[in-house]
């Protein structure tokens, strides 16, 4: 499976994103995919996943009704709409699949390049 993720950019304070991720090769293989993100010097963290039913939808605490996961199937598409964000929302922002329904990097098999997020006050 590959991923490739498409939206990042620079923004300032308060302002939107969408990020998008889309998925080729043995995509059957995936049911859950997810979003993470690593901001600098620090560890990599969830920001939501998401089943390929639509249903299991998960976010990171600090999401705070921000931010909004969805999937189109039909296109192995998976979105991210960033809403308000700040400058502690910049990272590097990834998406990844996997078989099973996890929170943890580790547990993610399939991984996309990663895209940069910059959030300016």
């Known amino acids: 499976v590959q991923l490739q993720a498409f939206g990042g950019g620079s923004v300032q304070a308060g302002g939107s994103l969408r990020l998008s991720c889309v998925a080729s090769g043995h995509t059957d293989s995936v049911n859950t995919m997810a979003w993470f993100r690593q901001p600098p010097g620090k560890q990599r963290e969830i920001v939501a996943h998401?089943?390929?039913?639509?249903?299991?939808?998960y976010y990171g605490d600090f999401v705070k009704g921000r931010f909004t996961i969805s999937r189109d199937s039909a296109k192995d598409t998976v979105y991210l709409q960033m809403n308000s964000l700040t400058p502690e929302d910049t990272a590097i922002y990834y998406c990844a699949a996997a078989e099973g329904i996890f929170k943890k990097p580790l547990s993610y098999k399939y991984w996309g390049q990663g895209t940069l997020v910059t959030v300016s006050s």
């Open positions: 998401i089943h390929k039913s639509g249903s299991n939808i």
